[in-house]
């Protein structure tokens, strides 16, 4: 019998160019990507940890403009296999849970600038899993049947078998990217804040450049906690989670737009995320930080800016279960502009 406190504290967490050589790059101008990528730095899925804080110590120095290839666990750091079974859920070890790669120290980051990881490689595991469990999920009241699934992932084609005439396609993406908050307490991984953390926002696929405030020197980035496929919302509380290798772009962005929360950007679209205890809330923030982003790139007044939120931005949750906040992001699309 699997107890219902470990069933919901399990499903939380899992709902889960040295300085010198810096170029000052604007936030609204993604970095170009090249199309054969050898990193300059590799860490593994031993190269881990599983809180935010100021006080871990970092895997790697690098400087801004570095290319890393990093492999990460599945959601549970490793204690899960295609073959698992639902009595596993009760048996996980909750300190090997949301394991991240990292910290990396990006060198000449400062409080104050912006990070930039542009999101190169997304390499899923040959399987994933996704399970249910009671206590947690939007629609927790009514599901309260433990169920765990296990899935081959079909790379080839890229879709994974969901149930027979049912195929799902595989659209990989970190479930948590984030830097290092202003503090040496050990935050837990469980919901994002405004250093990212645990945003589980689908749209964070290959081509992806996310912006991160920066709040400690070094800015100690990690990734994790990584998803074969997701809808927005993750509403039954597990996504495809699944081992994957990245290779990302990470560099320090100086004297251009700050911001306080992560935003992020394709070639199509403009996107700003908010975080809260509420739809609402986060939804609101969302919207004010695309009104600023509006006024400070696009030369509109804040009320012109709010109209054109109204006309074009489009609100879409990203996340509601990785409580005690949810993620809400607003896109704007780039073809709305004169030149994009």
């Known amino acids: 019998m699997i107890r219902l406190t470990a069933l919901i504290l399990i499903l939380c967490l899992l709902g889960c160019a040295q300085a010198q050589n810096e170029t000052v790059v604007e936030t609204g101008a993604p970095l170009e990507a090249t199309e054969t990528i050898e990193p300059d730095f590799v860490l593994t899925d031993e190269q881990t940890h599983d809180k935010f804080s100021s006080?871990?110590?970092p895997a790697v120095r690098v400087p801004s403009?570095?290319?890393?290839?990093?492999?990460?666990?599945?959601?549970?750091?490793?204690?899960?296999a295609l073959d698992s079974t639902v009595e596993a859920l009760g048996s996980i070890d909750m300190d090997r849970v949301h394991t991240l790669t990292g910290p990396v120290y990006v060198e000449g980051a400062e409080w104050g600038d912006v990070l930039a990881v542009e999101l190169l490689e997304l390499e899923t595991a040959d399987w994933g899993w996704m399970a249910i469990l009671p206590g947690f999920g939007f629609l927790a009241d009514e599901f309260q049947q433990a169920v765990y699934r296990g899935f081959p992932l079909n790379k080839e084609e890229g879709v994974l078998e969901f149930a027979e005439g049912v195929r799902v396609p595989l659209e990989p993406f970190p479930g948590v990217m984030g830097v290092a908050p202003d503090t040496d307490e050990m935050l837990n991984t469980i919901p994002p804040r405004a250093n990212g953390g645990n945003m589980d926002d689908p749209n964070l696929v290959a081509g992806t450049?996310?912006?991160?405030?920066?709040?400690?020197?070094?800015a100690l980035f990690s990734i994790g906690d990584t998803h074969g496929a997701q809808g927005l919302g993750e509403v039954s509380g597990t996504a495809i989670e699944t081992p994957m290798r990245i290779v990302y772009r990470i560099s320090v962005?100086?004297?251009?737009?700050?911001?306080?929360?992560?935003?992020?950007?394709?070639?199509?679209?403009?996107?700003?995320?908010?975080?809260?205890?509420?739809?609402?809330?986060?939804?609101?923030?969302?919207?004010?930080?695309?009104?600023?982003?509006?006024?400070?790139?696009?030369?509109?007044?804040?009320?012109?800016?709010y109209m054109l939120c109204s006309l074009a931005g489009d609100l879409k949750i990203a996340e509601t279960v990785d409580v005690p906040h949810m993620l809400v992001s607003m896109h704007l699309p780039k073809s709305i502009f004169s030149g994009g």
């Open 55 to 57: 006080a871990i110590p």
């Open 65 to 80: 403009g570095s290319v890393i290839e990093v492999t990460t666990h599945e959601a549970t750091g490793g204690q899960f």
């Open 209 to 218: 450049t996310v912006y991160f405030p920066v709040f400690v020197e070094g």
């Open 253 to 305: 962005l100086k004297g251009g737009r700050s911001i306080e929360e992560p935003q992020y950007e394709t070639d199509t679209y403009y996107a700003t995320t908010g975080f809260g205890t509420t739809i609402d809330e986060a939804a609101k923030k969302a919207t004010r930080y695309m009104i600023d982003y509006i006024v400070e790139t696009r030369g509109l007044d804040r009320d012109e800016a």
